[in-house]
Each structure stands twice: as structure tokens, then as C-alpha cells.
């Protein structure tokens, strides 16, 4: 089998959620860094007009693990439904990244031929009821089948808001599949065009760990939309860890 296995289209992770500031540019830079260590390098596409995604692509390092970046600039619209766009053959997953305050019209463009969406949620009320809707929504579009798994991002042990937005979650009919915890390993790496993957283990530990239940579902979903063989040529990941890495030194 070789690395044009993968079929026409398959693989695309939407990450969305019209509230703002929930982390959805986190977590799609985060798992372009994760796809990219594991190789083949994802695509990772930003169609958010404000381009943070974009630029944080700007700042990778060169020597980093590649990943393929296309702008909103080099979208184009494909028919009624979902965006065309020149994938690379040898690409693995595609990470789209989407803006906030998005239309019922745009939100079932986007999501038109994803594999999969990935929902962030912050641990606040406004946050929580204005997931609620929109998940209530996403679901009521006509054609939609795609799995869906909601991420409680930036959360803190212990705390009411925490402990209040898990009991919403538990009542969706969505499941939740990782708690991320507030970290500024998520922004220190942001600022150097990395994801915490690419920061020194013993600082990040934690947080990959957080992540690991994301990629694990991830893998599961997305195995259906792959040739038969395909998943083999996976890279274990396990190696990729190590702390050799010589990285910012900023405790969480
Ligand atoms: N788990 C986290 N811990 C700490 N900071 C976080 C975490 N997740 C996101 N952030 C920070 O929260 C802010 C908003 O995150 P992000 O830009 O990813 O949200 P967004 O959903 O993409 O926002 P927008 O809707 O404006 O596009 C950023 O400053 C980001 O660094
Ligand atoms: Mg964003």
C-alpha cells in the first residue's frame, strides 16, 4: 500500500463551535503538531478570515515536523456544499479550523463532508448555553451522520465550573471525550508556532495525556474512512516524547 492510499477527501477533522475563544485554534494547531510528529504531514486549513491559525503556521520553525497550510485565500467554494482545495497527495488527516459566529448556512458547508467534529467547550455558563443550542442545531441539520465529540477545554480541578459543566455534558446526547485543563503550555507553544507535543515531556505531560483520549477517538473514526492497510503505516507514537528536547523553560 502506498501513501496514496488515502481516499479522495477522507479523513477531515472540523473543529467547531461558533462561540468564541473556546479553542478551537488551539486544538487544531495542536493536533496539526500531533499528526505531523506521527507523519504523514496533515493539512491543516484555516477558514477563519481572522487567520490566527494561519499565522501561528507562520511562526513553525522551518525545521519543525511539516504541515501543510492553506489559507482561506486558496478556498473555493465547491458547488453549494464544502470547500475544494489542493490537498497534497501524501497528506495525512486535514485539521479544519473554523471562526466564530458562524450561520446554520455555513456551519452545514463546513461540515458537509467532514469525517468527524470536534467541539470545544469552555466551563462557563454563557459558553455552555450557547454550545447547548448549537449543538442542537448541528444536529438537526437534514443530512447529518458524522460523529461528534465535545472537548471541555481550559478547565480547572475542583472548581463549580467544572463540576457544573460536566453535569451539562453528561446530559448530551454527544459524548465528551477529553478535559483539558487551563495550561500555558498551550500558549507558550502557540507563540512559537508548536503545539505541547513539541515542547519538553516533563512540562507537557500532563497536558499530552489530557489529549490522548482525542486522538484515541480520533483514530476510531477515522479507521472507517481509510483504505484497508492504511492505519499500519502509522508511526507508533510513544518515541516522539522523549525529553530531549531542548524547549522554553516557562513552568505551567
Ligand atoms: N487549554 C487552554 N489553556 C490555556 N489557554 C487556552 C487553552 N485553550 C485555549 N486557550 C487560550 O484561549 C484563547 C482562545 O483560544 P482559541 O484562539 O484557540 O479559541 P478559538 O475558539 O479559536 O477563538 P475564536 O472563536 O476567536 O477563533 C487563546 O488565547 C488561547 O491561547
Ligand atoms: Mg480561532
Known amino acids: 500500500m ?36 506521527r507523519g504523514p504531514p496533515p493539512t491543516l486549513i484555516d477558514t477563519d478570515p481572522i487567520g490566527y491559525t494561519t499565522r501561528w503556521l507562520e511562526r513553525r520553525p522551518p525545521d519543525r515536523a511539516e504541515i501543510n497550510g492553506i489559507t482561506i485565500d486558496e478556498l473555493a467554494p465547491r458547488g453549494t456544499h464544502g470547500l475544494s482545495f489542493r490537498k497534497p497527495r501524501e497528506a495525512g488527516a486535514t485539521i479544519i479550523d473554523t471562526p466564530a459566529a458562524l450561520e446554520q448556512r455555513e456551519i452545514s458547508e463546513l461540515t458537509h463532508d467532514a469525517d468527524c467534529i ?46 457544573m459543566l460536566l453535569e451539562v455534558l453528561r446530559s448530551f446526547e454527544t459524548p465528551t471525550i477529553a478535559i483539558l ?34 486522538v484515541n477517538w480520533l483514530d476510531q473514526v477515522l479507521v472507517k474512512t481509510l483504505q484497508p492497510g492504511l492505519v499500519s503505516r502509522f508511526n507508533p507514537l510513544p518515541k516522539l516524547f522523549s525529553s530531549s528536547s531542548t524547549e522554553l523553560s516557562t513552568a505551567d
Open 118 to 163: 470536534l467541539i470545544p467547550v469552555l466551563p462557563s455558563a454563557f459558553d455552555v448555553h450557547a454550545t447547548t443550542t448549537f449543538i442542537a442545531r448541528l444536529l438537526q441539520l437534514t443530512d447529518f451522520e458524522r460523529p461528534v465529540a465535545v472537548i471541555a477545554n481550559r478547565t480547572r480541578k475542583n472548581t463549580r465550573s467544572l463540576a
Open 181 to 214: 485543563r487551563d495550561s500555558q503550555n498551550y500558549v507558550h507553544a502557540a507563540d512559537r508556532g508548536l503545539g505541547i507535543y513539541e515542547l519538553p515531556y516533563h512540562k507537557v505531560k500532563q497536558d499530552i495525556e489530557a489529549m490522548e483520549p482525542i
Open 2 to 37: 502506498t501513501t496514496t492510499a488515502y481516499l479522495e477527501d477522507a479523513n477531515k477533522i472540523v473543529i467547531l463551535n461558533p462561540k468564541g475563544g473556546c479553542g478551537k485554534t488551539t486544538l487544531a494547531t495542536n493536533l496539526a503538531s500531533y499528526f505531523a510528529l
